[in-house]
């Protein structure tokens, strides 16, 4: 039996742009480039496109990203779709696998959360590579049980998890099988060492020593030997890492007589005979669980600096509080504006954007009437906007100050003007409680003072609550 190889790059950016204009605005730390998403694309994305590595890599790229390249990065999105199909051909399965439509925390989330940013991104993945996703990347691989029962619930076959996310791990780098919900779940499970290699570029300084590591790991007929790293390590966070990809890739095909396939490949061979038991809850980032994306954990970008991470804790609260309340509109609104709301939001997936032809057909199937398809959009972009408001890279970086956080306070605000064009009182109220419990995520930078602070200049400066912010008409229904 052929030994097999699977590399794994997981794509994603979180999204970027003003929720009032979507046009995203100058970001000096990422000169001379407009933007993040410009800077990485031009050093990263474009090269493994022109590469077509997208046809060898097994890969995931978040809703968010694809959604940016289509639009700015044509031909670089075309590769990513062209891959997926090469792949297919080869082996009968493709090299992509979708994501949660925003990269959340799932631990962190509700179920009803869960199965929607689940959902979402399967549909998402559905309407652009034709087909339905076998596997699911969860961001920073964070998992519980109850995350898993909803992968199995939906359909899917398989994710892929850290070493230290599982008790013990299969034999030969097989799948694992977990029982959940009375259904069967696969768990790949990728070697930590040579994963740890790439992303950190021992590896990538000589080809031939990650070869040699690679036949080490996987000597044995039948095994499999798979990394899983962050796609933008080739090019952005390691310059001529897409050359040093396409050598290994190249001779591990035509020389190293490994099978180089994907894990949806893999498994179709390989069932899971092997039982294992979750670490819960878990992810690849944080060694102290999932508590990197709520608590001051001691997990930090620059641990020299040794700044106050206390902000976490009030920042997730209040989002969580204004989350509660947007949902509970939601649920009182819903049910007289949708012929199923449930369902109306669960499949809003399918019709992300996807342009104009789409979305309002949907509308006008979802709502009980033509005159509520102005409410009907309004009460799901304003779902999406809670969705957004906890992308996980909010608390992964060091200050409350950040784009990251920034960029989840716009999320924020947005939305509450989205419930402000149906109940102007409960908006004003939602906000007052928001900017009350972000008095308590202080910033390290003086200047800045705490989020209440930075929500005020940097957000409402821009978008005044109110008239300016386009609900001072309120929508009748």
């Not at 939906?154 to 996310?165: D, E, N, Y």
Request: charged share 25%; hydrophobic share 40%.
């Amino acid at each position: 039996m052929t030994a097999s190889l699977v590399l794994h790059g997981h794509f994603y950016q979180p999204p970027r742009g003003d929720p009032w204009t979507g046009e995203i605005p100058r970001q000096p730390n990422a000169a001379p480039w407009h933007d993040w998403n410009e800077r990485i694309a031009e050093e990263c994305y474009d090269p493994l496109g022109r590469a077509e590595a997208f046809a060898w890599l097994s890969f995931d790229v978040g809703p968010t990203l694809l959604r940016w390249l289509e639009r700015a990065r044509p031909d670089t999105y075309a590769s990513v779709l062209r891959g997926d199909s090469a792949s297919r051909a080869r082996t009968g399965h493709g090299n992509a696998i979708a994501q949660p439509y925003h990269h959340v925390i799932l631990p962190l989330a509700s179920r009803r959360e869960k199965r929607r940013e689940l959902r979402w991104g399967m549909l998402d993945f559905e309407r652009r590579f034709g087909r339905s996703s076998e596997g699911m990347w969860l961001p920073e691989t964070a998992v519980d049980q109850e995350t898993l029962e909803v992968l199995a619930e939906l359909g899917i076959a398989f994710t892929i998890l850290a070493p230290r996310q599982v008790v013990a791990p299969p034999p030969a780098g097989r799948p694992g099988r977990v029982r959940v919900g009375g259904r069967d779940l696969a768990v790949f499970v990728y070697d930590g060492d040579l994963s740890h290699g790439v992303a950190f570029g021992e590896l990538l300084r000589d080809p031939a020593v990650w070869e040699r590591r690679i036949e080490t790991a996987g000597a044995s007929p039948g095994s499999l030997v798979s990394l899983a790293m962050d796609g933008e390590t080739f090019g952005h966070h390691h310059k001529g890492a897409v050359e040093t990809l396409a050598a290994v890739l190249g001779r591990q095909r035509s020389e190293g007589g490994r099978r180089v396939e994907n894990f949806a490949s893999f498994l179709a061979r390989n069932p899971p005979v092997h039982e294992v038991e979750i670490v819960s809850p878990s992810s690849w980032s944080c060694p102290h669980g999932v508590d990197r994306w709520r608590t001051d954990c001691g997990c930090r970008m620059s641990p020299a600096d040794d700044l106050d991470l206390s902000w976490r804790a009030p920042l997730r609260d209040a989002l969580e509080t204004l989350r509660n309340g947007l949902e509970a509109l939601y649920d009182e609104r819903g049910p007289a504006t949708f012929v199923d709301a449930d369902a109306a939001r669960e499949g809003y997936g399918a019709v992300l954007d996807s342009g104009a032809d789409r979305a309002p057909a949907y509308l006008e199937s979802a709502v009980r009437g033509p005159d509520l398809t102005v409410v009907g959009s309004t009460l799901l972009e304003m779902i999406r906007d809670a969705g957004a408001m906890f992308t996980s890279c909010g608390w992964f970086f060091d200050d409350v100050s950040g784009l990251e956080p920034t960029q989840l306070l716009r999320h924020a605000a947005h939305a509450i003007d989205l419930a402000g064009r149906l109940d102007p009182g409960r908006a004003v109220r939602l906000e007052r409680e928001l900017a009350g419990a972000l008095a308590a995520a202080r910033s390290n930078d003086p200047e800045v003072g705490d989020a209440a602070r930075l929500y005020e200049r940097e957000v409402r400066g821009p978008h005044p609550l109110g008239v300016a912010a386009g609900w001072g008409a309120p929508i009748d229904a």
